[in-house]
């Protein structure tokens, strides 16, 4: 059953075909800066080093050539670091969902002292810069000696302060949760847990995937945290891993750091071409209240 | 959920707990073999490797004082940046590399540890084998000294033969040592060049906006330097020091010179479209036959030819919980035997070392005569690029101030306007 | 109360405690090399005020905040409402619009670094047009308004897809209804798909002004806060304060003075809904 806000509705097609053809131009033109920059970072990990300064710059390669993309896998554990970015992804993806999950639950649903205190202190922490408060979480990690390990990437973002934005998400959808289907429930005997589980979380399907993508995305392009806890090559995420391609002597090794970055790219855009519509829907409530 | 909530908040007391001992942990010096740690910024293998069997052979001989020794690349780019991270952190290494820009002030500031008594006191270390001029900005005025300088790598130009024949110019190695063999010859070259197939002029690679002192040092052949030679006055306003800046101006205007910008990368010399590139020894380690290349000293400039050499020394952190150890280890790495092992990678500071069979094995691309004349005949002279006891309280400052000039503002107007921004600071 | 606990618990352990930390350093002067540490109460903060690089980095801040935001937010609208008609391939644009967001920054950074160099793909295109490009890192004219254009192309993808739900959930009877009442679709827009969609303008409107005055990477990856300091944005000047002059202190000062920005301008944000936002807040 649907609420009435989940019905998709598009613009009904009544457009001519010269204003068609004008909003095809229009969109064709408006994507260029979209698509054109991962088109060049594609295309230049094909090329050898002294075309991708090459003056004036071309798109595709003159001189095709795989030795920078090969060197990918040479010249780190690439395989090895995107497995850590996936796993280390999917464990925030999932933590995230559930905790926050709870967490949007109880602010929208559950009475209890200090609720509103509590949301409008969590948003606060929301606007806290990362820069700053790197240093004392790298005190308190390197004191529990989790330094070079995955546990700060994985507890950072599933528990820090930017997982309020997905809190965020979760209570804005339960909030226009009709009440009828807990009272039901709770005439079937069940506890709070069991509603939770049963029924509410089983409706709440566009923001699961709202809150999913953004944490998958968040925690696959993780650069900064990083860069300050990981040492090892073999340990490191993606979002690194790309910017560390550099040869013996110091010198960065361009065509290999476009193409790592590219191998990132490609998976999630599959990903997300076919999750639209889910991402899309589970959006739409984000707004409405409150 | 009761289970993770009491985790949670065990783990985060436990992290609060542990972090204010950490900060209030005073060292109580622990009998029995220590750990030793040093930080570097390399994480090329033949490096790692070599250091670790230096180590290995350290705590073979002196298996009561230390246990092992371990050496830790930082990972971040930013090699300062990462180091104080992580002492800031909590994790001091007892040893470190330190780029020759830290060094005054890394002194000045009681960051190092004085090892004089331990390098006089090893025997066989000869400590007057070491160069007085590699080892000068790593020295107190007391006579201490705060670090070994491992590496000794002069700046030279990188020049492209094969660019020079196409833009049909001559063969400028045979006035390299004429009074002809001038900063404006090669930019002429340069331009000549880039007008003719469109290549670089001339480059410096290192030279950033936010690197700025890598320009500005090669301005020494014009008699100009940033600030005087305590410190405490800026210079950068000085007569030379703006006419090299014009100069500058004048090769990017005319093409000679690419325009820099931003944080963007000059194009490598190794790509094959650059003609000069001013470079030190690594850089030939990317070089291969595909391009006809030569490596030759710097050019003269108004005033004279002024080499100069970029430095990196290992030293002992005042803040290491083992000084001592770390120290003796400090003297055994850099005594005669071992630091001709480290001059596979690394030009020495040692007389004795300076020769062409030690060094050809750093810099396998060059030739012997490339060697002798742009190393070893350099080296004992050369200057580093100047250095300041409070350089990185203003050298941002110093950048946004030059901006205007490398897109051809007013070089009068710019360095005045730096050097009121920085005096307060450099005056102490 | 469980099920609230290990979110809230995280954030405050995660988010508050530490930045009490940095409240905390920044009444003192920390050189990390040297172990320093003192107390100097305020003087962080005079110092802080008496800089003119700090009302530099300040002025940069909030001009890259207003630019970002004023860009992100109309072309993500207009975006929206172009991909709104039922055409088909609509699905494969808002794929390409959304891609940059799930680009890394610093590839991102790094790619359009090399287009907006003096001689790069801007310039080389602008050149077969017969247009002789900027410098556009290098001016201080230009240099912001590329970092912003970067920044904005990295994340309108994201406040599209936001708008473009909440456009959805407009109901097409009140527009028919408006354009039988002789309202042009301008006015229909303005009228009556704003204030429906304007919870969502307000909640992109405050993420987008925090995430703005948060920007860090493409700075240190295009302009090292150049030229001058016309691209010095407070996260660069306080990364650069404390990883390179060495000073923790001044640094978590800035630190807590770019927050109380942020709460400050989310505040003012906040609580002018009540004005032209008329849905239950």
């Known amino acids: 059953m649907r609420s009435k806000r989940e019905i998709s509705v598009a613009e009904p097609n009544r457009h001519s075909t010269a204003s068609k053809v004008a909003l095809y131009i229009i969109l064709a033109a408006s994507s260029v800066p979209f698509l054109y920059p991962t088109l060049w970072m594609f295309f230049s990990s094909f090329k050898p080093a002294n075309e991708i300064f090459i003056q004036p710059p071309t798109l595709l390669p003159q001189n095709w050539t795989i030795d920078g993309f090969a060197q990918i896998f040479t010249a780190q554990p690439f395989v090895q670091q995107y497995g850590n970015s996936i796993y280390i992804a999917v464990v925030v993806t999932s933590a995230s969902i559930l905790l926050s999950a709870m967490a949007g639950y109880a602010f929208a649903r559950i009475e209890f002292p200090g609720r509103n205190a509590l949301f409008v202190l969590m948003l606060a922490a929301l606007m806290v810069p990362t820069e700053v ?26 528990l820090g302060p930017t997982s309020v934005v997905s ?8 909030l226009s949760f009709p009440k009828e289907y807990e009272e039901a429930a709770r005439l079937d005997g069940l506890g709070r847990v069991g509603i939770f589980l049963r029924v509410a979380m089983p409706l709440a399907k566009p923001a699961i995937a709202a809150v999913g993508i953004m944490a998958f995305l968040r925690s696959f392009n993780m650069y900064f945290e990083a860069l300050i806890f990981l040492h090892t090559p073999e340990k490191f ?21 476009l193409g790592a970055a590219s191998l990132t ?17 589970g959006m739409a409530q984000v707004g409405l209240k409150g | 959920m009761r289970a993770s909530r009491t985790k949670v908040a065990a783990l985060t007391l436990t992290g609060l707990i542990a972090a204010s001992l950490t900060a209030c942990a005073g060292g109580t010096a622990p009998s029995g073999p220590v750990e030793l740690t040093m930080a570097l910024w390399s994480s090329n293998e033949g490096h790692l490797a070599l250091l670790q069997q230096i180590g290995d052979a350290f705590v073979a001989e002196h298996p009561d004082e230390v246990s092992s020794i371990s050496f830790e690349p930082v990972t971040n780019p930013d090699y300062i940046a990462g180091l104080t991270t992580q002492v800031a952190g909590g994790n001091v290494p007892d040893l470190a590399w330190i780029p020759e820009s830290s060094a005054l002030e890394f002194v000045n500031e009681g960051i190092l540890h004085d090892v004089k008594s331990t390098l006089e006191s090893t025997s066989g270390y000869d400590l007057n084998d070491i160069l007085p001029a590699a080892i000068g900005g790593w020295e107190g005025d007391d006579g201490a000294i705060y670090a070994y300088p ?5 700046f030279g130009l990188y020049v492209n033969n094969d660019l020079l024949a196409k833009a049909g110019q001559s063969d400028i190695a045979s006035i390299v040592g004429t009074d002809a063999y001038t900063w404006q010859t090669v930019a002429d070259l340069g331009a000549a060049v880039h007008t003719a197939v469109g290549a670089e002029g001339l480059t410096v690679p290192q030279f950033t906006p936010t690197n700025w002192s890598a320009l500005t040092m090669l301005g020494t052949s014009w008699g100009a330097e940033p600030w005087s030679a305590d410190g405490k006055t800026c210079e950068l306003n000085s007569p030379e020091m703006v006419e090299y800046l014009k100069w500058y101006q004048d090769q990017v205007a005319r093409g000679a010179m690419p325009e820099v910008t931003g944080s963007i990368a000059s194009p490598a010399f190794a790509g094959g479209n650059v003609t000069f590139a001013v470079a030190q020894l690594s850089t030939s380690g990317a070089l291969d036959d595909s391009l006809d290349w030569t490596f030759l000293p710097l050019p003269a400039g108004p005033a004279g030819y002024a080499p100069i050499i970029g ?15 770390a120290s003796d280890f400090l003297a055994y790495l850099t005594n005669p035997e071992n630091a001709a092992l480290l001059a596979q990678f690394f030009p020495p ?3 004795s070392l300076l020769n062409v069979e030690t060094l050809q094995k750093a810099a396998p691309k060059l030739s012997a005569e490339e060697i002798q004349s742009v190393i070893i005949d350099v080296v004992p002279d050369a200057t580093v690029k100047a250095a300041n006891p409070v350089l990185s309280q203003f050298t941002d400052k110093v950048r946004a101030g030059l901006d205007p000039i490398w897109t051809g503002g007013d070089v009068t107007e710019a360095v005045t306007a730096t050097c009121e921004s920085i005096s307060p600071i450099i005056e102490g | 109360m469980a099920f609230v606990a290990p979110q809230v618990l995280g954030v405050v352990a995660l988010g508050l405690v ?20 003192n107390f100097i109460g305020l003087d962080n903060y005079t110092q802080l005020f008496s800089d003119p690089t700090f009302y530099a980095s300040l002025s940069a801040s909030l001009l890259f905040g207003a630019a970002l935001l004023v860009f992100n937010l109309s072309i993500a609208m207009v975006l929206a409402v172009l991909l709104n008609q039922r055409l088909r391939g609509t699905s494969a644009f808002r794929t390409i619009i959304f891609s940059p967001v799930v680009v890394s920054v610093v590839a991102w950074s790094i790619v359009w670094s090399f287009l907006l160099a003096p001689n790069g793909g801007i310039n080389g295109f602008l050149a077969m047009i017969g247009i002789d490009g900027p410098n556009w890192l290098g001016e201080p004219g230009t240099a912001l308004i590329s970092v912003v254009a970067v920044q904005v192309f990295k994340g309108v993808g994201m406040n599209m897809v936001l708008f473009l739900a909440a456009l959805q959930g407009v109901p097409a009877e009140m527009k028919e209804a408006a354009q039988l009442d002789g309202a042009n679709p301008w006015r229909s827009f303005w009228s009556i798909t704003v204030p429906m969609i304007a919870p969502t303008i307000l909640l992109t409107c405050i993420l987008t002004t925090i995430g703005s005055l948060e920007v860090f990477a493409p700075v240190q990856l295009l302009t090292g806060g150049g030229p001058g300091n016309a691209t010095n944005v407070l996260p660069y000047f306080l990364f650069r304060t404390a990883f390179v002059s060495q000073q923790f202190g001044y640094a978590s000062a800035i630190g807590v003075v770019l927050f109380a920005i942020i709460l400050g301008l989310t505040l003012l944000q906040w609580f002018s809904r009540r004005r032209w936002v008329h849905d239950e807040v």
């Open chain 1, 133 to 158: 408060t790197i240093i004392p979480i790298f005190t308190a990690v390197s004191a529990l000696g989790l330094n070079d390990t995955h546990w700060p990437l994985i507890i950072l973002p599933t």
């Open chain 1, 167 to 174: 809190v965020f998400i979760f209570r804005q959808h339960f």
């Open chain 1, 237 to 257: 995420t993606l979002g690194l891993a790309i910017t560390r391609y550099q040869d013996i002597y110091g010198e960065p090794m361009w065509a290999t750091q």
């Open chain 1, 265 to 281: 790219v490609v998976p999630i855009l599959v990903v997300f071409l076919f999750a639209q519509r889910q991402f899309v829907q």
């Open chain 2, 150 to 154: 491992f590496s000794n790598s002069p």
């Open chain 2, 311 to 325: 430095q990196a020394g290992v030293s002992v952190l005042e803040r290491s919980a083992n000084p001592q150890q």
């Open chain 2, 349 to 351: 500071p040692r007389e």
């Open chain 3, 18 to 37: 530490p930045f009490a930390f940095v409240i905390w350093y920044s009444l003192n002067e920390w050189r990390p090399l040297t172990g320093a540490f």
